[in-house]
């Protein structure tokens, strides 16, 4: 079993910039990706960032190119989602997810085993 726990969310002014984190604990290994999802009011959830733990390779949806960044810290079995530029539309429930998987691309179409509890994100106009 993997657990995954999520801080980071809140408030902010559409521009702003928030820092989610992950902590992951459990059966991990090297083998898994780990990425962000996320799920607005009467939307599917859906497919935000990931990061192979082997080997640093990110991939990001588009709709958060340029503005979300996914990073890692080892040492503390953590993973990160930088958001710039925030607006509006990026109001939605984030959720981390974890996954053994070969490629960071592929969380984006896989099914995911292992879950957060997730961390609501508001971005105010």
């Known amino acids: 079993q993997v657990q995954l726990v999520e801080s980071g969310g809140g408030l902010v002014q559409a521009g702003g910039s928030l820092r989610l984190s992950c902590v992951a604990s459990?059966?991990?290994?090297?083998?898994?990706?780990m990425g962000w999802f996320r799920q607005a009011p009467g939307k599917e959830r859906e497919f935000v960032a990931a990061?192979?733990?082997?080997?640093?390779?990110?991939y990001c949806a588009d709709s958060v190119k340029g503005r979300f960044t996914i990073s890692r810290e080892d040492a503390k079995n953590t993973v990160y989602l930088q958001m710039n530029s925030l607006k509006p539309e990026d109001t939605a429930i984030y959720y981390c997810?974890?996954?053994?998987?070969?490629?960071?691309?592929?969380?984006?179409?896989?099914?995911?085993?292992?879950w957060g509890q997730g961390t609501q994100v508001t971005v105010s106009s």
């Open positions: 990061l192979a733990w082997s080997g640093g390779n990110t």
């Open positions: 997810a974890a996954h053994p998987l070969a490629t960071a691309q592929a969380m984006a179409v896989q099914p995911i085993r292992y």
């Open positions: 459990g059966r991990t290994s090297i083998s898994y990706v």
